[in-house]
């Protein structure tokens, strides 16, 4: 199988971009996918979610997006070696400079995103380090310790000499993708592609188009490949009754699959019932615990607060593990260490805004709440102190106990506490991801974190850092994904 090279003829625009370069067209043609086949209309228009950039589709044909159940999906009977196969050959097309479908992403994305165009292309170099062989066997063995599951029946007998056959039966998936990462779509695609899922992908409206690229991908390589078959991508705007009282049923669908901000998934969550669940990945913040030995002099100072900036400017944090709220252990009653603490704020304060590979030096502005909430702490000191300005360069809310609003566009909350376990009391279960410095010291708050609902504990300066292999969100979802089914001779 080959894919289309770029070419004169390939690489001009599609209907969704203008051909007169970096001018915003009037309205952006977002195509949806329809079993793997690639449908352009006008029917509807929608606007972005942060953007006044109106975008148009096709209207949404129910009977199109769904197979009655009594037909298995097109991709049941492929073993799971030829999707590995396919998977690899995809991710090696998926190469933003060959790739037309990627570059005219690219374009659109950065019309209706908040992310920067540098930010948005560094992403979709992502998926490259997960979809190679050794990561999808590896992830593939962690998941499921017998992968065999996914291809058919595997017989085992239990201790009383009683066998049953079990089988991680393909599922029929809605995925609501998230919109602040591109290489999201990637990953949910090659997901739903290793449980063998008849899926409805429901694009986001902050990135209706890197799903469809992928697609496009996929339909070049070969239009009838029965993984292609089995993805549909369509937009609706979230909410919409008319859609969702149609598709988020037990007699469609198994589950939905969320990802989104708490009220897209409180939104989903009054569909479920009986035969129709939800895998959500919640919207999730995160923090960081900095022990005493941070601040011991002016160079390990320096070296904290870069690993401090680095987890908390992910996406110009608008990503779950980015660190919002930072606790340093320091002793409250010594002058000196609180002195310490607050040359640790400014040092961080300088490291936000730099330029990284997912975060810009300026990001978008302090949002109005949180500049107001800041102003009245001004007349606090020195309970409060507060290091940076509103522009998106970065803000350092020093307090003594976590501030009451949700910080966010590179808004850091440093709160001092007498010990590492004091801290933890931070957390719950929307605590995500917790990074420790100095990480020899994980190992004594890890169990009192895991107890508060986090879910994942790093070396400060990792967060971005996965390691292959491990559960996301509490639990390892393609295991979440597939419908298990037992055939019991008992």
């Known amino acids: 199988m080959t894919i289309t090279e770029p070419t004169a ?3 001009s625009p599609s209907p969704g971009l203008a051909p007169s370069g970096p001018a915003r067209p009037k309205k952006l043609k977002v195509p949806h996918v329809i079993r793997g086949r690639v449908v352009w209309g006008e029917d509807v228009e929608y606007a972005s979610r942060d953007f006044d950039v109106p975008f148009v589709t096709s209207r949404i044909n129910f009977n199109e997006l769904i197979t009655p159940r009594t037909e298995q999906g097109p991709a049941f009977d492929v073993s799971l070696t030829d999707i590995i196969d396919y998977l690899v050959e995809v991710a090696q097309h998926l190469e933003l400079g060959r790739n037309p479908y990627l570059q005219e992403s690219l374009e659109l994305t950065a019309q209706v995103s908040q992310m920067p165009r540098r930010m948005i292309e560094n992403t979709f170099r992502r998926p490259g380090q997960f ?20 291809d058919g029946w595997v017989e085992h007998t239990d201790p009383h000499g009683r066998t049953t056959r ?16 591109p290489s999201g779509a990637m990953t949910s695609i090659a997901d739903a592609a290793l449980v063998k899922a008849i899926n409805v992908f429901k694009l986001p409206s902050a990135d ?12 070049d390589l070969d239009p009838q490949h029965p993984v292609l078959r089995s993805m549909s991508a369509v937009y609706w705007r979230g909410g919409d009754a008319k859609v969702e009282n149609v598709l988020y049923r037990a007699q469609y669908f198994d589950k939905i699959i969320g990802w989104g901000g708490g009220a897209a998934i409180n939104n989903v969550i009054k569909y479920t019932g009986p035969g129709f669940h939800l895998v959500a990945f919640d919207p999730k913040v995160s923090m960081a615990i900095i022990g005493r030995e941070a601040l011991a002099d002016e160079a390990t100072m320096r070296e904290v607060a870069e690993l401090a900036a680095t987890d908390s400017t992910v996406f110009n944090q608008d990503a779950c593990l980015a660190a ?9 009653d010594d002058d000196e260490q609180l002195a310490r603490l607050d040359r640790f704020c400014a040092l961080l304060r300088e490291r936000l805004n730099v330029d990284r590979e997912f975060a810009s030096a300026v990001g978008p502005s302090t949002p109005s709440d949180i500049r107001e909430a800041v102003e009245g702490m001004r007349f606090l000191e020195p309970d409060y102190r507060i290091w940076g300005e509103y522009d998106g360069s970065g803000l350092v809310v020093r307090s003594p106990e976590l501030v009451d609003f949700h910080p966010t566009n590179k808004t850091v909350n440093v709160v001092p506490v007498a010990s590492l376990r004091e801290a933890t009391q931070f957390a719950n279960v929307a605590t995500q991801t917790v990074g420790v410095y100095p990480p020899e010291r994980k190992a004594e708050i890890r169990d ?43």
Request: with cysteine; proline share 6%.
């Open 324 to 332: 919002r709220h930072i606790a340093v252990e320091c002793d409250l």
């Open 448 to 490: 009192l974190l895991a107890t508060a609902g986090v879910q994942r504990v790093v070396r400060l300066g990792s967060a971005m850092t996965g390691t292959m292999g491990n559960p996301h969100d509490g639990m390892y979802p393609l295991h979440r994904f597939v419908n298990w089914v037992a055939d019991d001779d008992a």
């Open 208 to 219: 209706p188009f890197t799903t469809v690229a992928v697609l496009r991908t996929m339909a």
């Open 131 to 150: 979809l190679t062989r050794q990561a999808i066997q590896f992830r593939l063995e962690k998941t499921f310790r017998d992968p065999r599951v996914l």
């Open 9 to 11: 003829a390939t690489v």
């Open 166 to 181: 079990v089988r991680a039966f393909p599922p029929r998936l809605v995925h609501m993708l998230a919109g602040n990462s």
